[in-house]
């Protein structure tokens, strides 16, 4: 079984940053794609940015040039870095783990970004 944390959520006013971090621990071989997706109250949770292995990542358009996705493959963590926070980011923010021979894709329990003034 895989265990996926994440941390770094909170409140913070428009404009403001925050960094989230997801480590993913258990029965891993390697991870492919790791990546985070929100929902917020009412919407449908959508994929915000995601990295391969060899570092390939794709963002939503919403996010990208404000936000910035990283890993470690040491340590199976992923960051997601957010600048320019504005309200309609606020949301519940997930990890997922794409497992190498798992059966499943794996996600944490998720961490609160409110941004508001």
């Known amino acids: 079984q ?3 944390v994440e941390s770094g959520g ?8 925050l960094k989230l971090s997801c ?11 790791m990546g985070w997706y929100r929902q917020a109250p009412g919407k449908q949770r ?9 570092g390939r ?13 990283s890993r ?4 199976n ?3 997601l870095q957010m600048n320019s926070l504005q309200p309609e980011d606020t949301a519940v923010y997930y990890c997922n783990a794409d497992v190498q021979f798992s059966y499943r894709y794996y996600w944490g329990q998720g961490t609160q970004v409110t941004v508001s003034s």
Do not use: C, H, W
Not at 10 to 17: D, T
Not at 23 to 33: K, P, V
């Open 10 to 17: 909170g409140l913070v006013q428009p404009g403001g940053s």
């Open 23 to 33: 480590a993913a621990s258990g029965s891993i071989f390697s991870i492919n794609t």
């Open 46 to 54: 959508e994929l915000v940015a995601g990295i391969t292995s060899g």
């Open 57 to 69: 990542i794709n963002y939503a358009d919403s996010v990208k040039g404000r936000f910035t996705i």
């Open 77 to 79: 963590t992923v960051y």
């Open 2 to 4: 895989v265990q996926l």
């Open 72 to 75: 470690d493959n040491a340590k």
